[in-house]
């Protein structure tokens, strides 16, 4: 028997900090059919916020270092405020959405990332374990839509701030015992492109022997490699199929699809 169908989409710091497309992305996301999942990172707000609060942000390698006053700062705006947004936004649209951090319903749990040559602090590494597919599969058979942010829980009591697109591929994954799971990873560009310099030489499709090619002609590089990577990594762990592209586009044929063959 065929699996139903479900879409998960990843949405980054650049729609969160527009307004406007962010409203138009919700507004694309509440028109189309079928169950689907929204995972949301966090954006420049928290950033922002913890400068009017007199802190400094510290990022090392795009990742944030997350003391326990950042924790306090990034699970208010994550899972508070931004979190809220949307999902106040998407009953606007008529659609009933349910946003959800890590701890509530024990949906993602992790563990603090250890110490190595680096201490993040108190952020949070997810294991195979770590999503609660059976609830996620029950909110998407009463019809809800789960909004999830990038806050999870080790349950002993602590919060732990965690990479989104981490969890989408980890919630597909986990998924995909349940459904035909196509993962969108939504953000500011077309898709994978052949020329960086021009955003209309998206590669339409990759499978597997062309992604190998295009990486040793160095077309895919620097900060791409590492998301494809992680796509082809899902799509191997049982994901039918990855989408890259403008969180604008998710209707569109411009848009780079990979997948196994």
């Known amino acids: 028997m065929n699996k139903p169908e479900l879409t998960i989409y990843k ?6 900090d527009d307004a406007a497309e962010l409203t138009r992305f919700l507004e694309l996301l509440a028109a189309t059919s079928g169950p689907k999942i929204l995972v949301h990172g966090g954006g420049k707000g928290a950033s922002t916020m913890m400068r009017e609060l007199g802190l400094t942000p510290q990022l090392i390698n795009g990742r944030r270092v997350t003391d326990a006053a950042t924790l306090d700062i990034v699970t208010m705006f994550y899972a508070g405020k ?3 947004q949307v999902v106040a936004e998407l009953q606007k649209l008529g659609t009933n959405a349910l946003g959800l951090s ?4 024990n949906v993602i749990r992790g563990i603090k990332r250890p110490v190595k040559d680096i201490d993040y602090g108190f952020v949070g590494d997810l294991t195979p374990a770590s999503i609660n597919k059976n609830l996620l599969q029950q909110l998407l058979t009463s019809g809800l839509l789960p909004v999830l942010c990038p806050i999870i829980h080790d349950g002993q009591g602590q919060l732990l701030n965690t990479n989104a697109d981490t969890i989408a591929s980890a919630v597909a994954v986990a998924l995909a015992e349940f459904y035909a799971v196509t993962l969108h990873y939504c953000f500011e560009k077309n898709g994978v492109l052949r020329d960086v310099a021009n955003d209309q030489s998206v590669i339409r499709e990759i ?6 090619e295009l990486k040793q002609q160095g077309i895919i590089a620097d900060g791409m490699l590492p998301k494809l990577e992680n796509a082809f990594a899902a799509l191997n762990q049982g994901v039918s199929r990855v989408i890259i592209g403008h969180a604008l586009h998710i209707n569109s044929d411009l848009r780079t699809v990979l997948c196994l063959n």
Do not use: F, V
């Open 11 to 16: 949405i980054g710091g650049g729609i969160i």
């Open 82 to 84: 931004t979190n809220k």
């Open 102 to 105: 890590g701890a509530d319903g």
């Open 207 to 212: 499978n597997s022997e062309t992604y190998i």
